[in-house]
Nanobody, 120 residues
Framework: QVQLVESGGGLVQAGGSLRLSCVAS????????IAWYRQGPGKERELVAS???????NYADSVKGRFTILRDNGENTASLQMNSLKPEDTAVYYC??????????????WGQGTQVTVSS
């Protein structure tokens, strides 16, 4: 059983910062890619940032230069540092992991989400 738990969401004023964390636990052998997605009110879920096992990163154009994704392979954790937040960043943020379990099975998992609200 694999579980992803996010934390760090909250209410912040425009221009402020938040740091989201994702902890993966359970029968995990290795994690290929960890990503952050978000879903704003009335919008579809979209990719915000991802980081692969070799450290290569990918960002949505809307967050480039403002958000930074990091991972700690030894701890099976990832974070998303969000700076210069804008009201349009308001969304539920989800952690997603593409991983191999201890049984060498590849699987994909979502966290429960954490709310980020940016006030103008």
């Amino acid at each position: 059983q694999v579980q992803l738990v996010e934390s760090g969401g909250g209410l912040v004023q425009a221009g402020g910062s938040l740091r989201l964390s994702c902890v993966a636990s359970g029968s995990i052998f290795s994690i290929n890619t960890i990503a952050w997605y978000r879903q704003g009110p009335g919008k579809e879920r979209e990719l915000v940032a991802s980081i692969s096992s070799d450290g290569s990163t990918n960002y949505a154009d809307s967050v480039k230069g403002r958000f930074t994704i990091l991972r700690d392979n030894g701890e099976n954790t990832a974070s998303l540092q969000m700076n210069s937040l804008k009201p349009e960043d308001t969304a539920v943020y989800y952690c997603h992991a593409d991983l191999y379990t201890d049984y060498a099975l590849r699987s994909w998992h979502w966290g429960q989400g954490t709310q980020v609200t940016v006030s103008s």
